[in-house]
């Protein structure tokens, strides 16, 4: 997976600047065709076959960022006139997801290569261990038959010298259930059907191809008609920016929000309800329960998995109880859930609690075109931290422990954590659906509480954050310290 810093994350966040500081300006109708100009001006080394193309690639692409499908593109239509739609839309549309194919490099079928390291060697332990015959030897060089080869990768993993190399299709390699595959074009395609919303191909995509749709452009046409709107931020945020807690509350507010509330104090609730429901089913006699809070592994489970599915908690997210607060609180009022997650725009469709679904990416956006300095911000808050425990959420881990120390008798807890959903890790889950409907017979190492992320590292790693997960550690660590004491069984 790309690290977040490249060219392609940094061109979709000067696209989200841009239209934002438009927005603002009341300008985004009349002034959003310039921005593939501006992007590319004339004399700039095109990317593509010149700069039309590339300029022709930006308008898509500033399409997407105004929070419609490039599958619908009209080249008649101007931006001003997409602007306008936008502005217009009273809430987001389906999917989440969009593939702009004149972006996609049409990656060829995915295939091993030998390389000029390769040595000719007496042992050939390439040629002995391919079951298929694919590999050959010419003028001391081993050459790989196209025809014969079926990409099982023995060859890579037997050679002494690394010198053959997988060529992969990198959004079809990220894909943890096969969702994405070639048309008759050679270009990419999504089975919305499969999708799990991971994020994962957009994360991976090295020319862009694979993109969100952005809700920012609603959330600020709502706070600009003077709506109340509600920011409610994930504890992944928490761990985004450079600044302590209060200071990013008072910097979502002073972008225009009405009240702001952490997510964590949804978690809170989740994990008291995560933590009861599985004393229950244990009394019951279940075998495991895992947790609820990852909406993209629940949707895994339940288009992939089944046999686990009545294993999923009962519980909802922390996203829900948090708007749900958010609108007990302030009645009427228009939720904005703040996260690292894609997932979470799917889920915010299905949640009648939560009105729009931004993420960190558009958040930091909006400070930049706003000329918010998180470092200036006053560092105290009128508001009551959520629970160390809760804001621990964001990293792998977390939420088992936040539903162990919640626990009347964490002794009969066994915990088991899936940290990243991939390939290998879908193949885990359906172990434990077999141990579950009793194919599999289960062992004194099988856990009975699971939690499951599908982000490496929890949800720091999200595909929408703008700060290394590592840093992003130790930023938590930081958010987590600032929190309420967590609650202590007699």
């Known amino acids: 997976m790309l690290n977040i810093n490249n060219n392609a994350s940094r061109l979709k966040r000067d696209i989200l600047i841009r239209l934002a500081k438009l927005q603002l300006e009341g300008k985004l109708e009349s002034d959003a065709r310039k921005i593939p100009r501006e992007m590319a001006p004339d004399g700039t080394e095109p990317v593509r076959c010149c700069l039309y193309h590339d300029r022709e690639i930006l308008k898509m692409r500033v399409i997407a960022g105004l929070g419609t499908s490039v599958e619908d593109y009209d080249g008649d239509k101007s931006l001003g006139e997409y602007a306008h739609e936008a502005l217009e839309r009273e809430k987001p549309t389906w999917p989440m997801l969009t593939v702009l194919d004149e972006a996609c490099n049409a990656c060829v079928k995915t295939q091993y290569m030998v390389t000029n390291a390769c040595q000719g060697c007496l042992a050939r332990p390439c040629m002995v261990n391919c079951a298929k015959k694919a590999i050959t030897v010419d003028k001391h060089h081993a050459v790989i038959d196209p025809a014969k080869c079926v990409n099982c990768g023995l060859c890579m993993q037997n050679c002494p010298y690394h010198a053959i190399i997988k060529l992969p299709v990198p959004c079809e ?137 009545p294993c999923i908690s009962e519980t909802k997210t922390p996203m829900h109880y948090a708007a749900e607060l958010a609108k007990q609180k302030y009645p009427g009022c228009i939720t904005v859930f703040i996260g690292p997650c894609l997932a979470k725009r799917r889920e915010g469709l299905e949640d009648d609690f939560v009105d729009y679904v931004i993420s960190i990416e558009e958040l930091g956006a909006f400070f930049i075109a706003k000329g918010i300095e998180l470092e200036k911000m006053s560092k105290e808050s009128d508001n009551t931290p959520a629970t160390a425990s809760a804001r621990n959420f964001a990293i792998s881990g977390g939420v088992a422990e936040s539903v162990k120390i919640r626990l009347d008798d964490p002794s009969q807890l066994k915990l088991g954590v899936i940290n990243g959903l991939d390939k290998a890790g879908m193949k885990q889950l359906e172990t434990y659906g077999k141990i579950n409907t009793g194919k599999i017979p289960a062992t004194a190492d099988t856990p009975n509480l699971i939690e499951v992320m599908a982000c490496e590292g929890g949800c720091i790693g999200g595909p929408s954050v703008v700060t290394n997960s590592k840093i992003a550690g130790v930023f938590l660590k930081k958010y987590v310290q600032a929190g309420s004491p967590d609650p202590k069984k007699e």
């Open 173 to 309: 390699e990220a894909c943890p259930v096969g969702a994405i595959s070639k048309d008759e074009n050679g270009k990419e395609r999504i089975d919305y059907h499969k999708c799990i919303f991971c994020g994962k191909c957009m994360r991976s995509c090295p020319f862009g191809a694979m993109m969100d749709k952005g809700q920012l452009v609603d959330v600020i046409a709502r706070i600009m008609e003077g709506k109340e709107v509600v920011a409610v931020y994930a504890p992944a945020v928490g761990a985004q920016f450079r600044a302590e807690p209060a200071q990013l509350e008072n910097a979502i507010l002073e972008a225009g929000f009405s009240h702001v509330l952490e997510v964590a104090l949804g978690a809170d609730i989740t994990a008291d309800k995560e933590a009861k429901e599985f004393e229950e089913r244990m009394e019951r006699g279940d075998k495991m329960m895992t947790t609820s809070c990852c909406y993209a592994y629940t949707r895994a489970v339940r288009k992939h998995v089944p046999d686990l599915e």
